[in-house]
């Protein structure tokens, strides 16, 4: 709400040339955007950038529940796969079953593609665990390696003030140094 308030506010001190552009761009955004055919993803391309990326490794997609999560997983540069775009996460108290989401589309591409390894990176809410647990059970028989992102200690973290579950995780998750 606070976000929307200082937008509104910029605006209204916008001259009017710059608030015309402003709202032709919003309106632009709305209809030049579309979901990837392939990954699901927002692009302005028939195929998004990183789909169409020969270098990229094919056999491997990351399986998240929105855009902004590519786009975070891509600002650290390690991660050389393509994607997966849920478009949200298994709710079943807010009504949100599999069917609402892009499912399909990634068993789809499992059966037409050449792919090895699913990493699940939903986040580690009830919602995400249960949406990566289920994605688990139904592509594991379809012959690809299931994977899921560690979770555990952030970098930075004091013990003292982590939470029970992340103290959990990050001792199930450990490594051997």
Known sequence: MKTAQRLAYAVMEMPKEDA????AAILNAKTQIHD????????????????????RDHTTVCVVEGPKD??????????????HVLHGLISPLDGITAEHLRVAHLLERIQNEDIEELIMATNPS??????AMYLSRLCKPL????????FGMPVGGVIEYT??????RALSNRSEM
């Open 70 to 83: 590519v786009a975070a997983i891509e600002r650290t540069h390690e991660y050389h796969g393509v994607y």
């Open 143 to 150: 012959g690809v390696r299931v994977t899921r992102l560690a």
């Open 163 to 168: 939470d029970e579950v992340t103290l959990f």
């Open 20 to 23: 015309e552009e402003f709202a």
């Open 36 to 55: 990837c055919p392939i990954c699901q993803n927002l692009t302005e391309q028939e195929v998004c950038a990183i789909c169409a990326n020969p270098k």
């Open 126 to 131: 009830v919602e995400g665990e249960a949406t």
